[in-house]
């Protein structure tokens, strides 16, 4: 059984903690490699955005960094490639949706196994297919990683059962939002674009580091507007998050698509910069 650490120590939540009772709180799901948490800097980028969204005090960075190095040495999966997950909430309180601003957060750590996805989906792809479920438009908390997930449990929950590696989400408008664990990002004529996130979805921290690194060789992400209907002109398609890098898209229904030189380029550049699932 996975164990929970708060301040070093195993924790049980409480039935009165409002991240249980509302949802009343933020998670990050950090990739472990070589002991060291990836892309820790943007990790903390947005809990502090979050925190500071919803009213929770930022815990010391520190004292995570801290408190994720225990939970690996404790649980004794492999420090080299495993997963932490972080779970900051309002803590317990009184019922009620209201609060004030919470000074002293309740924080819990664990670490999970986890393992290469297999080579052949980076280098053929995967499969992907559109969710029935749609994602709620103009949340205040669009872009923010909440403990609220049930729209994307919903629709993953729609291929449970399937082949599918990830399901691709809209809005009410068919604009394609997100995966419901990725983020997806369309090459057409060349040109790579990421759906803007500005009223739904999470702003995955891959996402950020793919935008940045291709910024930095001199190529620019288009982040807009991605309708549906624009999926028979796209000529590729990638999706990608904390722990896979990025993984290629081959088919969505009807649709199919080559990896192209495009998505291989930015492969090629993250596993330049460390994101070793990308180096073929």
Request: with cysteine; proline share 4%; glycine share 10%.
């Amino acid at each position: 059984m996975t164990e929970w650490f708060s301040n070093g120590a195993v924790t049980q939540l409480s039935a009165s903690d409002r991240g249980l009772q509302y949802g009343d709180g933020l998670f990050e799901t950090v990739a472990i490699r070589k002991g060291e948490p990836r892309l820790w800097d943007f990790h903390i980028d947005r809990l502090t955005s979050g925190c500071r969204l919803l009213g929770i005090n930022m815990p010391a960075t520190e004292d995570l960094y801290k408190g994720i190095q225990h939970a690996v040495r404790q649980s004794g999966v492999p420090s080299s490639y495993c997963i932490v997950k972080i779970i900051v909430t309002a803590g317990a309180g009184r019922r009620g949706y209201g609060r004030q601003l919470v000074d002293t957060p309740a924080v819990t750590i664990a670490a999970f196994p986890s393992a290469p996805s297999p080579i052949e989906s980076y280098r053929d792809g995967i499969e992907i297919a559109l969710c029935a479920t749609r994602l709620a438009s103009n949340s205040p908390l669009a872009g923010c990683k909440t403990l609220n997930r049930l729209e994307q449990v919903l629709a993953r929950s729609e291929f449970v059962d399937s082949a599918v590696f990830e399901g691709l989400t809209m809005d009410a408008d068919d604009r394609i939002i997100c995966g419901t664990m990725s983020n997806v990002f369309v090459v057409s004529g060349g040109a790579i674009a990421t759906p803007s996130l500005h009223s739904s979805g999470v702003k995955g921290v891959m996402r950020r580091y793919i935008i940045e690194t291709l910024k930095e060789q001199g190529i620019e992400t288009g982040i807009r507007t991605v309708k549906l209907d624009e999926m028979d002109n796209m000529d590729e398609v990638f999706v990608c998050n904390s722990q896979i890098g990025i993984m290629p898209v081959r088919r969505c229904m009807d649709k199919n698509w080559s990896v192209g030189e495009v998505t291989r380029t930015v492969m090629a550049a993250l596993a330049g910069r460390g994101i070793g699932e990308c180096r073929l």
